[in-house]
């Protein structure tokens, strides 16, 4: 059984109620975080599972970053340097162009992940076999199935996600033993990047390889592979470096958004995230779960998608993955800013939806005391009614969602302005 | 000191007893306490949901009250830390205080004189925590308290699901956390459950009610407030 041995009590009225959000008609309509939580939630196992792992985690990272001196040091070095790269990304990918040119390897510009796609499969054809290392980047990419004619444990060619690529010596770097391993001995690799994970030079790499490590809980990762194009008589034969934009230039013009670009790929802001701890990462349909997929996702993707669009509201923005996050992305401001951006598209709808109406309607309330009075008055009378027991057990619509397991106190016979003035007479 | 008193749109509303008890506290330290009638809502509410505009000009409103009452003033104070975070991020030039930060930062004062004779279990607040970065000054002031007894939780520092809008669109998620909270706050064996911000108290404690559960909530204010001597 679960920690929360309130959680049958709690969750009642099973039925999903209408949304708040007004579906977009053009958008593809995929289950909201909402929908898909509230399944995941109900898998007693699966919670207690992650519940736990999340514990190891953390406790992992905690005792990791706990015997730096200058952690803090550290992480506003990885900010300065993540900020500094993609300030000057321009430059840095040409840069790394002439870099894998002059290294031996190919570099491949895909502008979203179709084309990226396209351009994988096309490689994976011409070699015969291949072999597809699971990751995020595939993911984006949808290329999680193995590739066809695929299944020889030795294939020639291997494609990958990287961890990061250094521009100024065109150096693809890989985490992980089984990575490592299968990619050291590929005679071809396909290595997928974003564009957002270049690093300008070695020392760009140092801080990043510490600031990795120690948020995935170790003192350096166990597994490091640095390949730099080819050369004769070591390493791969022929090297592919796939560079992807999908939404990272767009992110990149928004002086906020950019900040999601420092992302190094650690989890340490998942492994903190109550949310995430309940839903796991059925509820993130992007490449990335938690915090770091809430702002990551709906930035690269855009906010049309009702999966997209519901992902910024997936936290309580209580701050946590701020406070882990190496690079010092501030997860809850793009958030909220996500948050904006969601609702003003919704405002270009033709028919105003009943959340917006509701709160351009309490905003008008709230905009004068007098009328922020009057409805205090009417609301009261009226709660007063549904709450003679001293709370209110049921309340009407989409406040039913507060009340379908928590009580709201009634509302007093004074408020506090009226108790002020009666106490000056 | 003349201190300005911005008392939360819900607290207004629903739980007045918190503004009152702040009123209450600080007159009895000696402090002469402002309430400009005009005030109304910092717009935490919209600018959570995502309603940047309504946000905006209500946190317009905000800082023309505030910054009028302010200049016949030594300090402003909120009773919740949500409320101050989302002013101070509006408009930092106007310095608003959390309750427990008026009164260890700018009073000084860190026993004020109460009584409470009951086992209470602090929750650090997510905005007070890692908002304001308000630490042990709530702490600081309930161990001054007369009779009271701290008592520990399990996992306190983490959020209690509330969250504003998260709380109605992800509703069965912020069930699973305040549930997995409570049944820490049960276990601690703890009488009251006490906070800087009625908008978790309002969650944690609908949730105790719902269940039952013979806890209570109250803002420290209010036990702050409670005389030594006085009715308990």
């Known amino acids: ?425 | 000191m003349r201190i300005v008193l911005f008392a939360p749109c819900f607290d207004d509303t629903l739980l007045p007893a918190t503004p009152q008890a702040v009123v209450r506290l600080l007159e009895r330290l000696g402090h002469e306490v402002i309430y400009p009638e005009a005030q109304t809502c910092c717009g935490q509410w919209h600018l959570a949901a995502g309603y940047r505009r309504e946000a905006a000009a209500l946190s317009r409103r905000f800082t023309d009250v505030f910054t009028a009452a302010a200049a016949r003033a030594d300090a402003i104070v909120t009773p919740s830390a949500s409320c101050a975070v989302t002013v101070r991020r509006a408009d930092p030039d106007l310095a608003v205080h959390e309750l427990s930060e008026l009164l260890v930062d700018v009073l000084g004062v860190t026993d004020v004189g109460a009584e409470f004779p009951h086992r209470v279990a602090y929750h650090p607040t997510c905005h007070a925590l890692r908002g304001l970065r308000a630490g042990d000054r709530p702490l600081t002031l309930l161990r001054a308290v007369r009779g009271l007894e701290l008592v520990p939780f399990g996992r306190a520092e983490e959020c209690c699901g509330f969250g504003g809008p998260f709380a109605m669109k992800n509703a069965d998620t912020s069930v699973a956390l305040v549930a997995d909270k409570v049944g820490h706050l049960t276990e601690s064996g703890a009488e009251v459950v006490c906070a800087v911000d009625d908008g978790c108290l309002l969650h944690i404690g609908g949730a105790m009610s719902r269940l039952r559960s013979g806890l209570r909530v109250m803002h420290l204010a209010e036990i702050l407030a409670t005389p030594a001597g006085g009715p308990t």
């Open chain 1, 1 to 425: 059984m679960s920690r929360s041995p309130w959680l049958h009590l709690l969750v009642r009225g099973q039925s999903p109620r209408e949304g708040w959000i007004v579906q977009d008609p053009d958008g593809p309509d995929e289950p909201r975080f909402a929908e898909t939580a509230r399944e995941a939630l109900t898998d007693a196992g699966s919670r207690s599972r992650l519940r736990q792992e999340s514990a190891r985690r953390r406790a992992r990272r905690d005792a990791a970053v706990g015997e730096l001196s200058d952690w803090e040091g550290l992480r506003d070095a990885g900010a300065r340097r993540r900020d500094a790269v993609l300030y000057d990304l321009e430059a840095r990918l040409l840069q790394l162009e002439a870099e894998v040119s002059a290294a031996g390897g190919r570099l491949h510009w895909a502008r979203d992940p179709a084309e990226a796609a396209d351009l994988v499969t096309r490689l994976e054809k011409d070699a015969g076999s291949a072999v597809r290392l699971p990751g995020p980047l595939l993911a984006e990419l949808s290329l999680t199935a193995p590739p066809t004619g695929a299944g020889e444990v030795e294939a020639e060619m291997v494609v990958f996600g990287v961890d990061a690529v250094v521009a100024e010596s065109a150096t693809v770097v890989v985490l992980g033993a089984a990575a490592v391993r299968r990619v050291a001995r590929a005679a071809t690799v396909v290595a997928v990047a974003g564009i957002d994970q270049v690093l300008g030079d070695w020392a760009d790499l140092e801080v990043w390889l510490q600031l990795r490590a120690r948020s995935d809980g170790e003192r350096m990762s166990p597994a490091v592979a640095t390949l730099c194009g080819t050369a004769p008589g070591d390493g791969p034969r022929s090297f592919h470096l796939v560079l992807i934009d999908g939404g990272r230039s767009d992110a990149l013009a928004d002086p906020a958004g950019r900040t999601a670009l420092w992302c190094i790929g650690c989890a340490a802001c998942a492994d903190v995230c109550p949310v995430y701890e309940r839903v796991g990462p059925a509820g993130y349909p992007g490449h990335r779960a938690g915090p770091a997929g809430a702002v990551r996702t709906p930035l690269l993707e855009g906010t049309r998608g009702t999966a997209a669009a519901s992902l910024p509201f997936a936290s309580t923005l209580c701050g946590a993955c701020g406070d882990v996050c190496p690079v010092r992305i501030d997860v809850p401001e793009l958030l909220l800013r996500l948050r904006g951006r969601v609702v003003d598209e919704r405002r270009a709808n033709p028919l105003p939806g009943p959340e917006l109406l509701a709160m351009q309607g309490l905003e008008w309330v709230l905009g004068d005391a007098a009328r922020m009075e009057t409805a205090q008055r009417a609301g009261s009378r009226w709660a007063r009614l549904a709450g003679r027991t001293g709370r209110i057990r049921r309340l009407p619509g989409l406040l039913a969602r507060w009340t379908d397991a928590r009580d709201l106190p009634a509302p007093p016979r004074e408020t506090f302005r009226a108790w002020w003035r009666r106490r000056r007479r």
